[in-house]
Structures are given as structure tokens and as C-alpha cells.
């Protein structure tokens, strides 16, 4: 948590890097924390708890492994949607993307599980802004 307000414009132009996560602020035990994301993430469950997405700019595509089969759920700006835990599950954006992610401190951006990581997606609990 911070003292002062945190500016999302401020905070999201201080780094550059795809699918790795800052925090900006905190709230109890959950972070919140913000992303650029492009392209494809990784399959992955978080077996424990919910992650809650907002789409500031952009569009995420977020495919689902639920009980009734695959779906995927598109989210435009502005748009919030929270994955239920222990659902498999592989964010995706078709274009340059911001997100606000929501979750428990600790919570690891690929999950419990997942399949092998790719280079461009950062397995992370989230880093400090700078
Ligand atoms: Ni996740």
C-alpha cells in the first residue's frame, strides 16, 4: 500500500515489458495490479482463489476449460470479468492491451499449474512500480 495516490497512466508507462505485472496498490491481502499484455499467455489454474480482470484499454480475449467445455469470454475497455478458481484458463489480446488484475498477495501470474511457460510471459507474484 502507498501513501499517495498512483497514477494508472504513470504507473503503466513506466515499463514497457508484455504479460508482467506491477502492483500499484494494495487493498487488505489482495494486490491490485496492472499489466500490458499482447499475444498469447499461458494455460494455467489458480486452485485457491478468483482473479478478477478490468480492461482499461484494449480488448482481452480470456479462454475458459469449464465443465461444459471450452468457451472463450471477450472482454472490450472497460469491461470486468472474474475467472472462477480451479478454472483453466489463457488470457489472450489480439491488440496492444492494459489490464487491472485483482488477487490474493502472492498469487502467481502463470498459477498453480500451467503448461511450459514461453519466454514472453513472466512467471511472477507481481513486481513493485518503480
Ligand atoms: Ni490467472
Redesign the pocket.
Known amino acids: 500500500m502507498t501513501a499517495e495516490p498512483v497514477s494508472l497512466a504513470t504507473a503503466l508507462a513506466s515499463f514497457t515489458q508484455r504479460w508482467s505485472p506491477r502492483i500499484v496498490t494494495a487493498v487488505n491481502d489482495y494486490d491490485v495490479r496492472v499489466a500490458k499484455v499482447e499475444g498469447e499467455?499461458v494455460w494455467?489454474?489458480?486452485d485457491h482463489t478468483d482473479?478478477f480482470f478490468l480492461v482499461l484499454d484494449g480488448e482481452l480475449h480470456i479462454a475458459l476449460r469449464e465443465a461444459g467445455g471450452e468457451r472463450t469470454v471477450v472482454l472490450p475497455a472497460h469491461s470486468v470479468f472474474t475467472?472462477a478458481r480451479g478454472t483453466e484458463?489463457k488470457?489472450f489480446a489480439p491488440v496492444p492491451t492494459q489490464i487491472l488484475?485483482f488477487?490474493p498477495t502472492g498469487?502467481l501470474?502463470?498459477?498453480d499449474r500451467h503448461d511450459d511457460v514461453p519466454d514472453h510471459v513472466d512467471a511472477t507474484t507481481g513486481h513493485a512500480l518503480r
Open positions: 499467455h494455467h489454474v489458480h482473479e475467472v484458463h488470457p488484475v488477487e498469487t501470474s502463470v498459477g
